[in-house]
Each structure stands twice: as C-alpha cells, then as structure tokens.
C-alpha cells in the first residue's frame, strides 16, 4: 500500500489544517499516523480509519455553529479518503502486489480483447512465457527479501525491453507472460514474437547489481501464436 506521505499528499496538509487544529495535526503525526515499528508504511485502509477518527473526533470539540460550517468539508475529505481507497484496492485486485506489473487476471483481459481485434483485422499475436530458471537458488543462498528485489528489477527491465503495444504481466512466482501484438512492418506474428523474445533475453543476459553483488538470471521462454495455435483467450 501506498506509505502515509504519498497519500497525505493526496489532499494536502493544507486541507487537512483546515478541519484539524494544529494540536491535533502534532498528535495525528506522533500517534495515529506513526508507522509501527514492525510496518514498512501504514495501509490505505489504517490510514482512512485513523483519519477519519480524528477528523470526527475534532469535530465534536468544536462549537456547533463551528462544526455546521466545517461539516461539508468534512464529509468531502471522507468521500475522498474513501475514494482513494477503492482506487487503490482496484488497483490491487489487478496487479501483482510485489512488482506492480498485471496480474494473470488483467492479462486475460488483456488477450481476450488482442484475440478478437486480431481476428477482425485478420492479423495476429503471441503470448510470450517466460521463467526463470532456478531462480529458487537466489532465495536459498540470498533469502527472500534479496529474490524479490531481483524479480521487481527483472519485471522493470522486461517493461523497458517490450514495445508500448506489449502488455507484460507477472503469472506467479519466477513467471511473467507478455502479449506481443503483431505490427504490419515486423510481418508474421511469429517474427515479432521472436524478435521481442530475442530483445528481452538480451535485456535479462546483463547483471542485476543485488545487494552489493551482480546476480545473472537465465530465462526460459515459450511463444503461442494466435491464431495459428488457438483463436480464443
């Protein structure tokens, strides 16, 4: 989830300021918004809850006259929070948490959509899928938390290596899909499948600097045309 700064920024302190005294701003930043010591950030939803509290929790210090004025852009802060909250969590239902890329569930949709236009426009695609081999060595020899570095700088240099029309997608663990779309100067679906596998494996051939070390991966990657090998998603 997003850290507290980022989301605060959403709707600035300066709003913020405007509902709450500033006690209450001094306290919500050493109590309700400090971020505990087993956390990396506070979740959208703690941080909405928390708010919410204080901003409610102010309101009823103040004077009703007070309060009658400041209700609207009270209520307006909470329908924002709540909105940024469901955007996030859109977003989450569609993404991989860890390296931000679709997940398998967007991708669908993703080739669903490329299939049909595919088969209106009477030109074609490819699926590209990608693992990484052995990849359960780096987390054996490195832990965990150094394999999931290496797969966000893996996924960020399969996005840089794809075409804009490409959708690269994580399928699980050390597995990523890319749906390559057939442009009309690269002529068969199959010569673009393999002229984007070729980039990326060049791409993925050159060291990812680690935690103070340069890691080498080696992928394994498998091309499905549409609709040579399947016309449906």
Known sequence: DLPVHEVISLWQERILSQLLSPLTLERLHDSELRVPADQDALTTAELLDR????????????????????????????????????????????????TDLPNRALFQEHLTVAVANA????????????DLDDF?????????????????????????????????????????????????????????AQAVANKLRTALARPFPVAGTDLYVTPSIGASLFPIDGDTA
């Open 51 to 98: 708010l919410t509290k204080a901003i409610f929790a102010e309101a009823d210090k103040i004077a009703p006259g007070e309060y009658t004025n400041r209700k609207p852009a009270i209520s307006s802060l909470r329908r924002n929070l709540q909105r940024v909250y469901l955007k996030r969590l859109a977003h989450l239902a569609l993404h991989d948490p860890l």
């Open 119 to 130: 088969a209106r426009a009477g030109a074609g695609g490819a699926v590209l899928f990608i």
């Open 136 to 192: 359960k060595l780096v987390n054996d020899s490195f832990g965990h938390a150094v394999g999931d570095e290496l797969l966000t700088m893996v996924s960020r240099r399969l996005r840089e290596s794809c075409r804009a029309g490409d959708v690269v997608a994580r399928q699980g663990g050390d597995e990523f899909l890319v749906l390559v779309q057939g442009a009309a100067d690269e002529g068969s679906p199959g010569t673009a």
